[in-house]
């Protein structure tokens, strides 16, 4: 269980809430993440041939959710990211750490492209304000 986020953490996680709503207002965000995603990593790519694309938008943009509320806290978010744990795991769709950091630089670049407001202590507190939920989701590897 993570400690209770401290003041400057929570103005952080609300900057990043803030430039979320801002990307998702383009249409192309996450299909643009998912491009950006595959281009560095073809594995990725060849990982979702048989995948329902619409479908798989709508569940990273309740992981991205997740993420930002188990960074301010939520016990509910907790569970959410459990389950991502169990369906990224060895023994389910085995998804190595290293293609988390590869999610965090992805989605990075596309904020930095589709968010009129981003700099770089924005793109920092993405990558800062993401860390604990990915790091409980890999603890489940």
Known sequence: ?????????????????SSYSRCRVHEDFIPRFY??????????GRRFAHTDMERQHQVMREAINSLLMYA???????????????????????????LHRAFVDALVEVVEEVDADADDELLTSWRDVLAPGLERIEAGY
Do not use: T
Request: aromatic letters at 2%.
């Open 72 to 98: 301010r806290g939520s016990k509910i978010a907790e569970l959410a990211l459990d389950r991502l744990a169990r369906v990224h795991s060895r023994s389910d769709r085995d998804v190595p750490p290293h």
């Open 1 to 17: 269980m993570h400690a209770d986020p401290q003041p400057d953490r929570l103005e952080r996680v609300a900057r990043v809430r």
């Open 35 to 44: 491009r950006r995603l595959w281009q560095r990593e073809p594995d990725v």
